[in-house]
């Protein structure tokens, strides 16, 4: 009897398991009528069809964590039958998983140069630029090495956290080093810049670069000290629906809300400048 | 140490209610280590494995994961024991504390580690402020985090071993004068010497492996604190082969302890 159960119990986990591992076979197809638009945004750019519906994976850079957060919010509100799925992290890391077959609908990158390895590997067709970001350094409020500028960053005894070197974060701030002929040796190579931040955060390093948009993120819980103009580095980042994607119309109706009118807005007040 | 002579019954097929879902099971675990085995570049494995930093991290999982075990072992035995053979109000929740770490995500491990031996840490701070001597981004921050996630494996296999122990020799032991000291060391430590070994090997390939905890105290800088499984898991992020190929590597080495568990100690009856 027991073992029954148990082998019940674990014929049903796996069945669950591999049904996970399938794409999601959820009703993708549009149902006809019954949405009649909710209230809308102030803009009219969004997707002019109420009838979206299914599951939209968007995988998005680290640093767009906020706004797309905001962009999830006001794209089910707007579209109630659609349930928007973040998946955020390095974009070399969602690169790497879009390109080995992880479903997605979605893809916005920090950098064009990721976002070209998901094209050249047939994923996507093209992608099309809606933001860009600058780099800062962000150092805990108490200023405990009392970083004034970027040089100071060089000195023994001061800790930096930066991205490794492969995430576009990481690309940034090395480019930085090199305008500016300073040599940096950070203790830790964090794999995204959220993770980078945090350690600012908590207070665990001296001083880490980030872009414009993390620090102003973070509140009033790291200080920002600005890159001169004429060093600084800048990412553009480019949005894309995938070839692949289970649900086209309604991943296409989400990056049109992302470079509508409204989407601006809320990049804007992000601290994302205009590509 | 009574011997049971009783063979257990064996027959050759299994009812199908067992076998199918116990093939499935099989399938499950074996599948992705094959697919693992078909997908390796194998023309340039040689190149990855002599890359330095390829090298400098197997190094460093290498060293640092033995010298956890190590202080596991110190700290772990004599922790195994006071749980087995002493009796004080409260035990059984020290047990539960102890053993906390073998059920917490090695993750929030990490975050605990920080909350204490970061740099504004409940315990960092003070060593900080006195000796100017902080723990994350350092070597011996990994060695923390893996000892930290590995050593209940170790307290626990060798506290069910001092359970099982016959009394007798120990008391025979006494009873011939030697001290409580000389008893534990003489007599207690070789019985339950293949127990010992077992939890060794255990805690040092869960060291070996740990993740979660390690990059979230310890961070990630090449040489210094990038293990094995933090470099194949930002291998990922840029070169896939590469990672595949740190990942066999690291299949080895696991694949290379269960040989050595299973012939050397796990023998039937051992107690594990």
Known sequence: ?275 | MTRSVRQPIRRSTAPWPLAVPAAVGVTFLLVPLAAMLLRTPWSSLPDVLRDPAVLDALRLSLVTATSSTAVAVVLGVPLAWVLARTHFRGLSLLRALVTLPLVLPPVVGGVALLLAFGRLGVVGRWLDEWFGFTLPFTTLGVVLAQCFVAMPFLVVTVEGAFRGLDRGFEEAASTLGASRLATFRRVTLPLIAPSLAAGTVLCWARALGEFGATITFAGNSPGITQTMPLAVYLAMESDPEAAIALSLVLLTVSVAVLALLRDRWLRPGSTL
Request: aromatic share 4%; glycine share 8%.
């Open chain 1, 1 to 275: 009897m027991k073992a029954k159960c148990l082998s019940l119990a674990a014929a049903t986990a796996l069945a669950a398991l591999l049904a996970a591992g399938c794409s999601s076979s959820d009703s993708g197809t549009t149902d006809a009528g019954s949405t009649d638009s909710a209230s809308r945004g102030s803009s009219g750019t969004q997707s002019a069809s109420g009838g979206l519906s299914g599951t939209v994976t968007v995988f998005a850079a680290a640093s767009l964590q906020e706004s797309f957060t905001t962009f999830e919010e006001q794209f089910e509100q707007a579209n109630p039958e659609v349930d928007v799925i973040l998946n955020l992290g390095a974009s070399s890391a969602l690169a790497t998983g879009i390109t080995q077959g992880q479903p997605a609908d979605v893809f916005a990158s920090a950098s064009q140069s990721t976002m070209d390895t998901v094209i050249a590997a047939g994923a996507a067709e093209s992608a099309t630029a809606f933001a860009k970001n600058t780099m800062q350094i962000a150092v805990p409020p108490a200023n405990p090495a009392g970083i004034t500028a970027l040089s100071d960053l060089t000195r023994s005894g001061v800790k930096v956290a930066l991205c490794q070197t492969q995430v576009p974060c990481g690309k940034a701030a090395a480019t930085v080093f090199d305008n500016a002929s300073l040599t940096v040796v950070p203790v830790s190579e964090e794999s995204d810049v959220k993770a980078v931040l945090t350690k600012v955060r908590l207070g665990e390093v001296d001083a880490g670069i980030v872009y414009v948009t993390d620090v102003r993120a973070a509140g009033g819980e790291v200080t920002d000290i600005d890159i001169p103009a004429d060093v600084n580095a800048s990412t553009t980042y480019p949005i894309t629906t995938l070839t692949e994607s289970e649900h086209p119309a309604a991943a296409r109706a989400f990056v049109e809300h992302v470079l509508s009118d409204e989407g601006a807005e809320v990049l804007a007040s992000a601290g994302f400048s205009t590509p």
